[in-house]
């Protein structure tokens, strides 16, 4: 007799299916070189650094973004003694990758400038920035980003990046690829769920929703139900530097996910009581319908 093989094992078999590919990466590479060399001329550059889910080891193969902070001089984005608006430094940042990429799809999306690559969806975010000061330590920058209705809001990827760090290392090491996971349902539906990349690792980290001995399901199935607890609200950073940290642009589209969310949660739930009941088939069966087809 055949034996069957258990959801959890297709649950990694679909973590390590959506690793990020190494010649979009390289492509996404190749492009950085041209904007800086673009932007150099443009802005008196104090420095440029990758940020963002390929920096936290949670993007995902085809839809993850690669994004480049553009650190600013302060002189950039000072007029009359007073900061311009964080929507005039992009339009000149469009304009400025317009002229060098004329042949790519450039627009504003939310907080940056991006470059489309040809025929994929995955594209380069330029995140214009200025360094504002130090965090409480004296040891890493913070830095002001645009907030999408033109004023700015302070960021530090690098104490972001060690608290991702330190929560991945207290889930045993689990924590990235249900990231990945998380982000794979967003997108497997013909419309992304409106849910941002950067919340979603923040809530997976502060709700310790990875830690202790659980399966990529039940960290999904969890993370699900903390999401519902809070409403998809905004989460106040946990590292006291962003303010609040919001799911979506919109309260409407806050709303929308929030509704997938409660679907998901319904669906991965029944998955797991399938499993503990050993019913591979419904198992799978439902995960296929919280990953819409796409598990």
């Given amino acids: 007799m055949q034996l069957q093989r258990a959801p959890q094992l297709n649950m990694i078999a679909l973590a390590n299916r959506v690793q990020p590919q190494e010649a979009a990466l390289l492509a996404a590479k190749l492009h950085r070189a041209s904007v800086r060399t673009r932007l150099e001329k443009a802005f008196t550059l104090s420095n440029m650094r990758d940020i963002g889910s390929h920096c936290r080891g949670t993007a995902i193969r085809q839809f993850s973004d690669l994004d480049l902070m553009v650190i600013l001089r302060k002189e950039e984005v000072i007029w009359g003694g007073k900061l311009v608006s964080s929507d005039t430094v992009i339009r000149r940042v469009l304009g400025e990758l317009r002229g060098r990429f004329a042949s790519s799809d450039i627009r504003r999306d939310g907080l940056a400038a991006t470059i489309a690559f040809g025929s994929t969806k995955q594209s380069l975010d330029v995140v214009p920035a200025f360094f504002s000061r130090f965090d409480k330590g004296k040891a890493r ?17 690098q104490v972001h990046d060690q608290y991702f760090a330190q929560a991945q290392e207290r889930s045993g090491n689990k924590l990235r690829k249900v990231a990945q996971l998380v982000k794979w349902w967003k997108h497997a ?3 992304s769920l409106p849910i941002r990349s950067f919340y979603t690792d923040i809530v997976l980290s502060a709700y310790s ?10 960290c999904l199935h969890d993370f699900f139900v ?9 989460l106040r950073d946990p590292c006291g530097i962003a303010g609040d940290i919001v799911s979506t642009n919109t309260d409407v589209q806050r709303q ?17 009581e399938a499993q503990q009941h050993k019913d591979v088939q419904e198992a799978n069966r439902q995960w296929e319908l919280v990953f819409n087809g796409c598990y």
């Fill in 141 to 157: 920058p913070v830095f002001l980003i645009p907030n999408g209705s033109g004023g700015w809001f302070e960021t530090s990827p």
């Fill in 189 to 191: 539906r013909s419309t």
């Fill in 209 to 218: 929703i990875c830690v202790g001995a659980k399966t990529y399901g039940q």
């Fill in 226 to 234: 903390a999401l519902i607890n809070i409403q998809c609200n905004a």
């Fill in 256 to 272: 929308q996910l929030l509704a997938s969310v409660r679907y998901a949660q319904v669906h991965a739930g029944a998955a797991l």
